[in-house]
């Protein structure tokens, strides 16, 4: 089956093309909206003139324009292209604050200290505006949490998300851009003031029905984890698990679980074929079944908070689901293709989803991957050829993913293939028996012995899954992996499945050809990674100085010995860079790299004018010197200034160094600083 000759996979691949030309770069909606709709009467002129015979350029004016809607895609749906966006209203005079209105869209889960909320703005200083930002809460337990819809006052202001402060951090100012989040306000309850208005929507129906449900389980005194893995399993609510058995999960290679996703909408889906038919027997028994289906499908992912996993995994089953009801050919890599599409045209930024991508390339791989490790043995025994079945299906997805989720995780769960032989059987009894309790509690026909049984399950399901987790010998951490890395795997993958699929000389040349790509790229992060840089990092109370050279790193600090290797700022810079080993020495005065000096200045420095002459110089630990005269007296080209140093000291050197018109660094403001 060659993949590209299906026109729905070509159409998607130049979709993708606009969306991330789109991303990457602005372009003017008018003058794209202008060629599209030239280019869109050409193309009914070709399809008049060329019915019988379609031309090149039918082909490419097509491909054209659908790389342009993908374009004008992220332009609509980009709410800064709007006037009515409230940044177009902030007060920009620090003198004044804005009055905000706005109502609570949606719970995020909370940090060690804060309450997360993503709020949408209705009015700025009493003008209609539209637009999202992040609400954190300090946490208060006499304080009632926010609900879904309630709606509230507040002249807290409005600030920008930072960057991160450290060299291959998380980014999480961007993963919130991509989901039009610009900014966000921290404060307590008592800035907040309730309006007695309170916004109906779909997502408050769903919060509600998710809080009803919640209530009535907790008359049965599940205990708190077994609580929290229910609402993940079922109604998508990840917020309230533990930490420790979130990571479990992670470690054991089945965290997808615990997103609903199209693993559990599949079983809803066959769960409800197998309900469903004896309704074919009635007259349009098919038609109302599909609706029903659909209708139920939905009302799941809505239940579910309509979350990105949810949604893709409906969408694509909500097709799958109408061509098996109405008896039609199907092509799962069409139906793959047809959500996918419908899914960024409504949520372009969707393709940078981790989640997106995983779940659509897992399924990919089952489809193409699994039906050839299946064929390489063919049980004769049922329950042998059952669990192989299971077996080939997770290594499949497994394969799929792996480039992606080092890129991401850099770990890779050793014994996945246990956890899922273990789980996966016995996920649509335990989804079906979730299913019963829940609707009984609702009803409260739930008896006891029934919720007590459900409980001994999920709790059997943690601790098994915590006995994989501690197997730490086979759960393989802190995989260097680059961006540069994905896409060349990615094609040798490719080129190997093909090859084992038909030998042949043209797919085994297609094979030498990928492994050479990926040599240069090998070859390339090495070389790029063999710099030499320094690196001072951004660490609240203490100096952290990273010198490397050769994939090797060295650490100046003066943390505790025991939290170096665990830190993350030093554990990220270590995979990124490819770093092989780390050493730990104490915090020198100076340091060299490509002929440029660093000095460090702290409360006990003592330094010659006529032996000390730096190019930059460092601060550290508050020292009390008249920077002034150290500018005067040094002449450096630039100073930093770490996150050991007081607050205070580090705004009045600033000003200092503006009078001078000296450059000045904060690791406060500005994050780590990398000499090159």
Known sequence: MKLLNFNIIKLLAYLITG?????????????????????????????????TKKTVWFGVVSFTLMILIGILTVNFHNPRNYKTHYTKYLNLDSLSTDIISFKVSEKLKPSAFHDKYIGKIITINNKSVTGKFLINIAKDSTKTKLQVGDMFITSETLNSIPQPKNPYQFDYKSYL?????????????????????????????????????????????????????????????????????????????????????GLHVGIVLLILNFILKPVEYLKHGKLIKTIVILLLLWSFAIIAGLSASVTRAVTMFSILAIAINWKRPTNIYNTLAISMFILLLIKPLYIFDVGFQLSYVAVFAIVWIQPLLYNLWKPRLKLVDFFWNIFTVTTAAQIGVLPISLYYFHQFPGLFFISNLVIIPFLGIILSLGFIVIILAACNMLPQFIADFYGVIISFLNDFIDWVAQQEQ?????????????????????????????????RLVFVLISILILQVSLIFIKYDSSSEEIVIFNKSRHTVIGKEFNKQLTIYHNLDSLKVVEDNSIKNYKVARFIKSINEDSIKDFYVIKNKTLFVIDSLSAYNVKTVKPDYILLRNSPKVNLKRLIDSLNPKLIIADASNFKSYVARWKTTCKKEKLPFHSTYEKGAYIFK
């Open 177 to 261: 851009e991509r989901q039009y989040i610009y900014h966000q306000i921290y404060c307590d309850h008592t800035s907040l003031f309730k309006t007695k208005n309170q916004s109906i929507s779909i997502f408050y129906f769903a919060a509600t029905i998710r809080e009803t449900i919640n209530e009535k389980l907790k008359q049965f005194n599940f205990e708190k984890d077994e609580l929290a893995i229910i609402n993940a399993l079922l109604l998508g609510e990840r917020k309230e698990i533990d930490a420790t058995i979130y990571q479990n999960y992670i470690n054991a290679g089945v965290v997808h679980i615990l997103a609903v996703s």
């Open 474 to 506: 086979f759960l393989i951490k802190d995989i260097s992996f680059k961006l540069l890395l994905l896409f060349p795997i990615y094609l040798l993958l490719i080129a190997v499945i093909r090859f084992c699929k038909t030998v042949n000389y043209p």
């Open 19 to 51: 969306i991330l030309l789109s991303f990457f770069y602005t372009f003017p909606t008018q003058y794209i909206l202008l060629i599209s709709v030239f280019l869109l009467i050409v193309l009914f002129f070709l399809d008049q003139f060329y019915k």
